[in-house]
């Protein structure tokens, strides 16, 4: 009769499942989620500056230079969409520190074009503002509202990252303590089953005369027997040497 041959254990699905509901994980989906909802209205908002952008250069073209805004909202466009369908194809490939590298450059360059927008409008040397009707002037305004919105949920999505990553490095810290400190209990546990099979040293019983040291020389002396002494002797040789006639 052929004996079953041993199979090797798949992975637990129940573990697994246990894995993947961690507070760990919960901690960082909740994050991922609360993320995507800044990303897609800073993505509205990109859409709209841009837009906007596009249609004021078009309309009156010395009203507005489109360097401003236009290359901004591009760049919040595609990073924004870039790393919304990531996250919805649950491929977390771009890292926190490039979050923080783009969010910094976005909300900076954001605030810095609203505010010389703001300053354009209220003063302008040209009065090329105060020449257009009111509908472009309003358009105008809008747009520095859309930026600045942008600017401070970029500004938003900024410090989330800055405080996750923080996050991060103390569960890293805390996840590689647990893992030394379950090292070491493993270490004492693999100790004290040896010790368990180790004989220990006989203790004499206190009741009991301690027993003198034997001495085996002073034995040997009494029974009138010499010390042992190593006698060297030649080896014989196999043949013995033969005197010829």
């Known amino acids: ?117 703001s300053y354009t409008i209220i003063k302008d040397p040209n009065s090329v503002v105060q020449g257009t009707s009111s509908s472009w002037r309003a358009v105008l305004n809008f747009l520095c509202a859309t930026t600045a919105i942008m600017s401070l949920l970029h500004f938003i999505l900024f410090i989330r990252a800055c405080l996750e990553t923080d996050r991060r490095k103390k569960d890293l810290r805390v996840r590689d303590l647990m893992i030394a400190l379950s090292d070491r209990q493993e270490q004492q546990r693999m100790q004290s089953s040896w010790s368990a099979f180790t004989p220990s040293p006989v203790t004499p019983h206190p009741g009991l005369p301690d027993l003198p040291e034997f001495d085996d020389k002073a034995a040997l002396a009494e029974l009138g027997v010499a010390e042992p002494q190593e006698i060297y002797t030649e080896p014989k040789p196999r043949m013995q040497p033969v005197e010829l006639p």
């Open 1 to 117: 009769m052929d004996k079953p041959s041993p199979t090797t254990p798949g992975p637990d699905p129940q573990q697994n499942e246990n894995w993947m509901d961690s507070p760990l994980i919960q901690l960082q989906r909740q994050w991922m989620a609360t993320n995507s909802k800044y990303q897609l209205a800073a993505l509205a908002f990109a859409v709209l500056t841009a837009a906007i952008t596009i249609a004021l250069w078009a309309g009156i073209p010395k009203l507005l230079d489109p360097a401003l805004t236009l290359p901004l909202g591009v760049v919040s466009i595609i990073w924004n969409a870039t790393d919304l369908i990531l996250v919805r194809m649950r491929e977390d490939k771009i890292k926190l520190k490039w979050h923080i590298a783009a969010y910094c450059i976005l909300w900076f360059g954001g605030f810095t074009s609203a505010g010389y927008q």
